[in-house]
């Protein structure tokens, strides 16, 4: 059974960090990432990262304070946040493929983890 189960979320003060994971079971994919999702608002692209060669690319509103990258021999990805505003509150979803047309765009991917719960307070 293919799962992908999110972990490292939680409450942060604003100008803090958090590091959430995501582990994988049951199958390799070329390509990880994080999407979020706030109350009210669209799934939002945050990040994603290819096994091969490493390449990572992030949402433009990153700027620098979140990196993502993964450990292929555990099979999982991470995404370091540093600077968090409040505005990063969200619940943050790992995603997986191996093929995806726009990896921007959350539905070109198939496999979704529960969610992990990150609030930043000011």
């Known amino acids: 059974q293919v799962q992908l189960v999110e972990s490292g979320g939680g409450l942060v003060q604003a100008g803090g960090s958090l590091r959430v994971s995501c582990a994988a079971s049951?199958?390799?994919?070329?390509?990880m990432g994080w999407f979020r999702q706030a109350p009210g608002k669209e799934r939002e692209f945050v990040a994603a990262?290819?096994?091969?060669?490493?390449?990572?690319y992030y949402g433009d509103f990153v700027k620098d304070r979140f990196t993502i990258s993964r450990d292929n021999a555990k099979n999982t990805v991470y995404l370091q946040m540093n600077s968090l505003k409040p505005e990063d509150t969200a619940v943050y979803y790992c995603a997986a493929d191996d093929f995806v047309t726009d990896n921007r765009r959350a539905n070109d991917y198939d496999y979704w983890g529960q969610g992990t719960q990150v609030t930043v307070s000011s």
């Open positions: 990262v290819r096994r091969t060669w490493g390449t990572t």
């Open positions: 049951g199958r390799t994919f070329s390509i």
